[in-house]
């Protein structure tokens, strides 16, 4: 069966630092990568997608990802974190069927000021 | 515009008991998902409409629980009989059509089974 596995659970960073959060998925085929965000209180948003085409891709507030496919990863990063970025962070990936997301665990991501 | 919308925010119920969770979707939105979230783990899929019809149930945990959707619109997931380990955050999203489109996810209902 598919899989996304999301390698920090709880990362602690200072304002201004560099983020780097681990995403990796199981299928070797064609896949459509998602980053959701969920800050307290709210709903899941989407940060950034990546379906085909440069695997470098920018979202939203300053993240980008990269697509790796050799292996099946696709890491999100932010050049300096700001206290606003403090949030749960997604990792998801189309299913082989198409009909749904696969969730990773999540990142708890906190910023101190 | 409105987004995705689910009622209720919360519901606490006994063990054993009967429950009814609804969404509506984006307008226009054809697919619909439900999605649980229990404590600590990542949302899994339970089903995932096109129109009223429903392709992909694959991720229902047990015939205890059911979905149904009139047209492109309202969406119920019911839970019969609930037991303490149905407790979970359930969200419904919604997209334009099936993959590759992004899912816009609604706030979800916080079921607490005691």
């Known amino acids: 069966a598919q899989s996304v596995s999301q390698h920090n659970h709880h990362v602690i960073l200072s304002e201004a630092a560099s983020l780097e959060l681990g995403c990796n998925y199981s299928y070797g085929g064609t896949v459509n990568l998602f980053w959701y965000v969920q800050y307290p209180g709210q709903h899941l948003q989407l940060l950034l997608k990546y379906f085909s085409g440069d695997p470098l891709v920018k979202g939203i507030k300053g993240f980008e990802a990269e697509f790796i496919k050799s292996k099946f990863s696709f890491n999100l990063r932010k050049p300096s974190v700001q206290w606003s970025d403090t949030a749960e962070y997604f990792c998801?990936?189309?299913?082989?069927?198409?009909?749904?997301?696969?969730f990773g665990k999540g990142t708890t991501l906190s910023v101190s000021s | 515009g409105a987004g995705v919308s689910q009622s209720p925010s919360n519901k606490v119920t006994e063990k054993g008991k009967d429950v009814e969770l609804r969404c509506d979707p984006i307008s226009g939105h054809t697919a619909l998902y439900w999605y649980r979230q229990r404590l600590g783990q990542g949302l899994e899929f339970l089903i995932y409409?096109?129109?009223?019809?429903?392709?992909?149930k694959s991720g229902l945990p047990s015939d205890r629980f059911s979905a149904e959707r009139t047209g492109e619109s309202v969406s119920t997931l019911t839970i019969q009989r609930t037991q303490q380990e149905d407790s979970a955050v359930y969200l419904c999203?919604?997209?334009?059509?099936?993959?590759?489109?992004?899912?816009?996810f609604g706030p979800g209902t916080r079921l607490t089974v005691t």
């Open positions: 409409f096109q129109g009223n019809s429903a392709p992909d």
């Open positions: 999203a919604s997209s334009p059509g099936s993959t590759p489109y992004e899912q816009y």
């Open positions: 998801a990936v189309t299913n082989q069927a198409g009909t749904a997301l696969i």
